[in-house]
């Protein structure tokens, strides 16, 4: 049963345009959300954040977008440059009060094309 | 600036021999972690310390044992090491275990192979 799923394996873009990453998630105790950046022989890097209480936030480039009745979640990158083509995973923790835990997804691979 | 360090960088080793993987981190954080990665798969907890004298398992810990000799560091013991274990192993640590504005930071990984 996985509980944090991203269905696109891959994604390509022109620079320039958007990039929209999606992810979908099955458990309503989940209360935060996140989405990590992975280049080849690297450790992921921590991207952006957003609560369960929130439904966006924005940090530069980057805007995730958390529908919960949906239970969908998607990162936009705008505008996409070919430095951020790299792998990016979503994960989903639950609170300590709750058997804490982080789950990822299986990762989307970008690539945007010059 | 060197956040979270992870030893060996590649290793291979046979069906039967042992190994520790050392981890190390230097911001001060709480709570570490151990990950694998299978290609094409996300990571998996495999253990995991909340604090410092503290550990506990993930989702895959058969076949592991760990120990978080102090609050910098986090080892990962293969007793008895299997094909199936075959993986990239990820040590992270973050402020607090799973909480709102703790994301994780990752070492790079210890690339592993067992024949």
């Known amino acids: 049963d996985q509980q944090v799923k991203q269905n696109s394996p891959s994604l390509s873009v022109q620079e320039g345009r958007i990039s929209i990453l999606n992810c979908d998630y099955t458990?309503?105790?989940?209360?935060?959300f996140l989405w990590y950046k992975k280049y080849p022989a690297e450790g992921p890097t921590f991207l952006i954040s957003?609560?369960?209480?929130?439904d966006k936030n924005e940090d530069g480039r980057f805007t995730v977008f958390l529908n919960k009745s949906a239970k969908h979640l998607s990162l936009h990158i705008v505008p996409s440059q070919p430095g951020d083509s790299a792998v990016y995973f979503c994960a989903a923790h639950t609170p300590p009060t709750n058997a804490g835990k982080s789950t990822f997804g299986d990762g989307t691979t970008l690539t945007v094309k010059p | 600036n060197a956040g979270v360090t992870q030893t060996p960088k590649f290793q291979v080793l046979k069906t039967g021999q042992s190994m520790t993987l050392q981890c190390a981190q230097d911001?001060?954080?709480?709570?570490m972690y151990w990950y694998r990665q299978d290609p094409g798969m996300g990571l998996r907890l495999i253990y995991y310390s909340a604090s410092e004298g503290t550990t506990d398992k993930g989702e895959v810990p058969n076949g592991y044992n760990v120990s978080r000799l102090n609050k910098r560091e986090f080892s990962l013991r293969l007793e008895s090491a299997a094909p199936s274990q075959t993986s990239v192993y990820f040590c992270?640590?973050?402020?607090?275990?799973?909480?709102?504005?703790?994301?994780?930071?990752f070492g790079n990984g210890t690339r592993l192979t067992v024949t």
């Open positions: 458990n309503s105790m989940f209360d935060y």
């Open positions: 957003i609560s369960s209480i929130k």
């Open positions: 911001m001060n954080h709480n709570s």
């Open positions: 992270a640590s973050s402020e607090s275990p799973w909480g709102a504005n703790s994301p994780l930071h």
